[in-house]
């Protein structure tokens, strides 16, 4: 099954594998795989949007190159699945449970071409409700073919289903009001309603099909396609939903399609699901189309692949001028002058008042730490009276201005001091007086 259509792509991404990704090289696999597509009935517009979606995804990727072939492969799976995902999906069990839940029979038309496996495809569609425990009517809106009554009326004997009918001839929009009154009397929980198979350009066929959807508004339009058919099915299918909008599709045959381009091309032409694939004679022979593995079926199982990088272009960041800042000029400080401090003048000492002054105290002026070095350094015995205090006063005042030498260098003097001392003393009586009385009153 879908055996072309896999060996397309595979010599797709083979061609790939042997060239660098580089943009003339793509267009030129791109060109080769457009034909194999063809030759698999896929539609011209979905092979326009594989080839673009391939061409965005690589350009600009950086892969080691023996593993362009898988990239390839894994992007096309990746745009092909995209086109299902957009489609949707529809779940008829559960669909036709809720309408059970209120009362009311779930109605389904089918549309197709004759040949297409339509009516068989009705039957199939009864026994997997029937075995899913859903109570079925068919009504044989067919009533322009010759032996289309009879055919559905067999498949109800068979699976043992209420079939309502009427002569060739009469409205097939009022045979399928009957089946939907004989439903809604009997609590039946779905209707399956077969119409005459026509072909896409008869106008007056295509408006009967929508004259029954107006008058019984079924909550499911199925279109029925033949797989083997390929293009045309899909060209049969975009007339279809144009008149109908139909809200999904069944592929019958799809055991012995080896192209498989008609369920890609469906999807993408007419955003709707495939939901069954016809796959035998039986009664039986219905399988729910699975997207995964159809995909696994073209390319295999999916595989994740390291060592890609796509090229990420950063936007472009215009950067906006900063704006001016004013320098407003700082605010003028005035300095203000400081006061002025006017300086008491110095006390005045005339000579009649110093004279008072050292008469009084010789010593005054003279520190007392210098009195004691100059007594120890040269061993002055205490004066005796004012005389010896004032001589020494003025030996001490001379010591210091001197720059206070040792006793060596001051040994005449010192000698000569001694000598007026104790001539002083034979003339005068002794005092009891301490160094640093005199003066003292």
């Keep these: 099954m879908f055996e072309k259509l896999r060996n397309a792509f595979s010599v ?37 949007a594989l080839k673009d979606d391939l061409k965005k995804q690589l350009i600009g990727t950086t892969v080691n190159k023996d593993k362009i072939a898988e990239v390839v492969k894994q992007e096309l799976r990746k745009s092909i699945s995209n086109m299902f995902d957009v489609a949707g999906t529809v779940d008829i ?19 197709g071409i004759n040949g297409t496996g339509k009516t068989t495809t009705i039957a199939k569609i009864a026994n997997l409700l029937r075995e899913n425990q859903y109570s079925v009517v068919i009504a044989a809106a067919d009533t322009f073919r010759a032996g289309a009554i009879e055919q559905i009326v067999e498949h109800g004997k068979r699976l043992n289903i209420k079939v309502i009918s009427q002569n060739y001839g009469s409205d097939p929009a009022a045979v399928a009001r009957d089946a939907v009154l004989y439903s809604k009397s009997h609590k039946i929980d779905c209707i399956l309603i077969d119409t005459a198979g026509r072909m896409q350009t008869s106008k ?15 909550d499911l339009k199925l279109f029925v396609g033949d797989s083997l058919a390929g293009n045309d099915t899909v060209s049969q299918a975009r007339e279809f939903h144009n008149y109908t909008k139909f809200d999904g599709a069944i592929l019958t045959k799809s055991d012995a399609d080896a192209r498989g381009g008609a369920a ?5 032409v007419t955003s709707s699901p495939i939901l069954y694939l016809g796959i035998g004679q039986e009664y039986k022979d219905l399988k729910s189309f699975d997207k995964d593995i159809f995909l696994e079926t073209l ?46 003048p110095e006390i005045i000492i005339d000579k ?13 002026g ?76």
Excluded: H
């Design 93 to 111: 069990l559960s669909n036709i449970q809720k309408k059970k839940d209120g009362g009311e029979p779930y109605i389904i038309s089918f549309m």
């Design 204 to 218: 007056n066929l295509m408006d009967q099909i929508s004259k029954i959807n107006k008058v019984v508004n079924p």
């Design 12 to 48: 797709a991404v083979k061609s790939f594998g042997d060239k660098e990704l580089k943009e003339k090289d793509i267009d030129e696999v791109l060109f080769e795989l457009e034909v194999a597509l063809l030759e698999s009935d896929v539609a011209t517009e979905v092979i326009d």
């Design 299 to 344: 390319f295999g199982p999916e595989e994740i692949i390291e060592g890609v990088q796509k090229k990420v272009l950063e936007p472009k960041v215009e950067l906006k001028p900063e704006p001016k800042v004013e320098l407003k000029p700082e605010p003028k400080v005035e300095l203000k002058p400081e006061p002025k401090v006017e300086l008491k």
């Design 264 to 268: 890609i091309s469906i999807v993408k």
């Design 352 to 364: 009649e008042q110093e004279k008072q002054i050292l008469e009084e105290d010789p010593f005054a």
């Design 366 to 441: 003279i520190s007392t730490k210098d009195i004691e070095k100059y007594s120890d350094l040269f061993d002055v015995p205490t004066p005796e009276n004012d005389d010896q205090a004032r001589k020494l006063a003025s030996n001490i005042k001379k010591w210091i201005s001197e720059g206070r030498p040792k006793k060596q260098e001051s040994q005449v003097e010192l000698k000569t001091m001694k000598e007026e001392i104790e001539e002083m003393e034979d003339e005068k009586p002794k005092k009891k007086r301490s160094l640093f009385g005199w003066g003292k009153k």
